[in-house]
């Protein structure tokens, strides 16, 4: 597949794309894509206009088993390998739209740039880059006259917006079943109540459940919590009595007088 040069000045010819851009970081996301995803070539090979139709019906899917963002995409192959992979799937869309006459490179170059760059689209799947390129050439955006790199632009935000809403249901829907899966694998693997008991010390005779086990810790703690108001108010009746008896004492003593 030819694909447009990476520089912003004006092409004057256009290249093929080959292997051996190193990855922009070194972290341990990028090893592992370049592992699954190979050099630069065979990344194009595999996010190639061939597969965007794969893409349009299996996103869920292909986020389920993993398949990179766009931002990772970038971040490991860098702009100008990534910015020519997108170039060629605008410049496959003009053509199959009925314009391939006029094809600006320059135009093509700077929008591809646009979007490896912007914020809108770097949290979107690849597989949701693809299947923006495969519906819009089934029409789906509503592209009026002369098909231009700039108007797919603006289509591609509207879209980015909606297929991002999606692909975050899908990614809490993911959650949501990874903490049920865990919760299911803590509960298999919960010790049962005589190991329990073993374990703390508990006389098991006296207490043959869970349930009365804990029930007689929450009176016990109930009772904790009662102490000092207990204690407080056998205080003040005491102190009531003796003041009474002070009283009285003092009573009995003025009518002796």
Known sequence: MELLNSNNSRPNTQLQISGGLVPTTADSRAIAIRQQYGNMAQLCKTFSVDAQRYCALNVEKAIRNGVPTF????????????AALIGGHITDAIVRMGEERDIDPYDVDFISRAICES???RLLSMASIL?????????EFDIYGK???????EAFRKYAVEQQA????IAY????????????EARKNAVSWEQFCENKGIDLKKYP????????KAAEEKAKAELPRLIAELIQTFVSVITFIDGYLKDEAQKKK
Not at 71 to 82: K, Q
Not at 131 to 139: I, S, T
Not at 166 to 169: A, F, I, L, T
């Open 209 to 216: 459940t869970k349930m009365a086990y804990f029930h007689r």
């Open 166 to 169: 999606k692909e975050n249901r």
């Open 173 to 184: 829907e993911i959650e949501q079943e990874r903490m049920h899966r865990e919760q299911e």
């Open 119 to 121: 914020e809108r689209f």
């Open 147 to 153: 098909v231009t790199p700039r108007k797919i632009l």
């Open 71 to 82: 931002v990772s995409i970038v971040n490991t192959y860098g702009e100008d390998g990534v």
């Open 131 to 139: 299947r923006f390129f495969h519906l819009l050439k089934c029409g």
